[in-house]
């Protein structure tokens, strides 16, 4: 059986005073420190730096972060509210179908401003939703961002 | 036991699009997650941004949170990966020396330059290091609970806890011997 060196004893001896279980068997630690002069100042220190941590104490922060919180959900919400799915579209393309089989209809002269009620059904609902067609989003977001 | 049924109840009223209902959660756990953000970050000032973006974060998840949880070990995986990429982002703050202790509290047993002192040993560790030793002695959490916390191996926690240790040891003595 190889002896343990003084690294992995120290933190056995370290973690044993942490309640915790180490590889090393507490009669392996106990034999090496009795031998091992700089191991045993090194397990010294480690405890006293142990105990100055135990005396302390987490520092209480008293912080009102809800208002912030609250603001940001908001903002998120009525972006959420602004989506309105696919029931204008629905309509707009019932709409354009409409328009297409009158136009088809042979004995049916629709006339000039006709034609134009595509562009005018199109533009109804895009104003309806508040949104620009041609808008390029130059936001470039990262994936998980 | 009364704190987890209402955190229970909040999440749930959350679910059922009742937002106000989050605030209970957010009162709750904010002192924490400030003192723990700044035990990543280093300062409170980062600490409070990432907070708040760990909360909106948790809100969009608690869809897919398990009830049968605990909330705030849940919440601190949210709130560690926040920190962890702001401080990606921002990159740690010039150390500029201390005024205030911000992580540790003034106990009656210490002078306030002692408790000083040691912050600024620990804001000298690396954050990793730093959240480790706080959660084992502020927090007082086991090699288990870490091992969880920090999703690492038990036989990793203890590795880097005590070389943690011997790196603030090294700090402290550095600092001791500077001042005589």
Not at chain 1, 66 to 90: D, H, I, M, T, Y
Not at chain 2, 11 to 35: M, T, W
Request: proline residues 4%.
């Amino acid at each position: 059986m190889s002896d343990p060196n003084c690294e992995s004893v120290c933190m056995a001896a370290m973690a044993m005073a942490d309640g915790y279980k180490p590889p090393l068997s507490p009669d392996e630690v106990r034999s090496h420190l009795a031998v091992c002069a700089s191991c045993r100042l090194e397990v010294e220190r480690l405890r006293a730096v142990m105990k100055l941590l135990d005396a302390q104490e987490r520092r209480a922060h008293s912080v009102q972060v809800w208002g912030q919180v609250e603001g940001r959900l908001r903002e998120k919400q009525v972006a959420g509210n602004r989506s309105f799915g696919w029931r204008p579209f629905f309509l707009m393309g019932l709409l354009l179908v409409g328009f297409k089989a009158i136009e088809f209809a042979p004995q049916w002269n629709v006339g000039m401003l006709f034609r134009l009620l595509p562009v005018l059904i199109a533009a109804t609902v895009f104003g309806y939703i508040r949104e620009n067609p041609f808008k390029i989003n130059l936001e470039l977001k990262l994936e998980g961002e | 036991m009364r704190g987890t049924m209402d955190d229970a109840l909040a999440i749930r009223k959350c679910r059922e699009g009742e937002g106000e209902a989050f605030r209970h959660l957010v009162e709750q756990y904010q002192s924490q997650a400030i003192s723990h953000a700044v035990a990543i970050l280093g300062n409170r000032e980062d600490a409070l941004d990432a907070v708040q973006e760990a909360f909106l974060d948790a809100y969009q998840a608690l869809g897919r949170f398990d009830l049968a949880r605990r909330f705030y070990p849940w919440f601190y995986t949210i709130l560690r990966n926040r920190c962890y990429k702001l401080l990606a982002t921002r990159g740690k703050r010039e150390a500029s020396g201390l005024d205030a202790a911000e992580l540790l509290a003034a106990t009656t047993c210490q002078r306030p330059e002692e408790v000083l002192s040691l912050e600024q040993a620990l804001s000298e560790l690396t954050p990793e290091e730093r959240e480790l030793i706080t959660l084992k002695h502020l927090d007082g959490l086991s090699y288990g609970e870490l091992s969880e916390r920090l999703e690492i191996p038990e036989g990793t926690v203890m590795s880097r806890l005590y070389h943690a240790r011997k790196r603030l040891h090294e700090k402290l003595t550095r600092r001791s011997t500077k001042s005589i």
